[in-house]
């Protein structure tokens, strides 16, 4: 194991911040999160739980400067399940600490969401 991250948001104040400044869901999130498979928009608890979910990953790095955040990106896999993807600035500093493979787990009940990584060597 390279390193564990995990973060928690409240849904509703990042919710209000998404419509407050509507460009900060292009900036945070790829048009793919953005969506759900089928096409239609993610709910918000959803889209906070990958905002965690990046946040997890930086910190499972050791939390590096200079990450940019389309760099981490938390796919659906065949199942449903969520998937991490990583290129560019995030790609770098994971193979500069040997991770090889990543495992994610999503929750978000009531006002609240949370993301646990684990960066595997």
């Known amino acids: 194991m390279v390193g564990v991250g995990i973060d928690i948001a409240v849904v509703s104040r990042f919710t209000r ?8 869901g292009e900036r945070l999130f790829t048009s793919a ?3 759900l498979p089928s096409g239609a928009p993610r709910p918000p608890a959803s889209l906070v739980a990958r905002f965690a979910a990046k946040e997890a990953i930086a910190k499972a790095l050791g ?3 200079g990450l940019r955040w389309h760099d981490a990106e938390i796919r659906t896999g065949p199942a449903g399940e969520p998937v991490v993807h990583v290129s560019g600035t995030v790609l770098r500093a994971a193979r500069e600490r ?3 493979a ?3 787990s999503l929750t978000h009940d009531g006002d609240m969401a949370s993301a646990m990584v684990v960066a595997a060597a």
């Open 63 to 65: 939390s590096p400067g």
């Open 33 to 35: 999160e953005r969506l």
């Open 17 to 24: 911040a998404l419509e407050r400044h509507p460009a900060l």
């Open 98 to 100: 040997g991770v090889r």
């Open 102 to 104: 990543w495992h994610v």
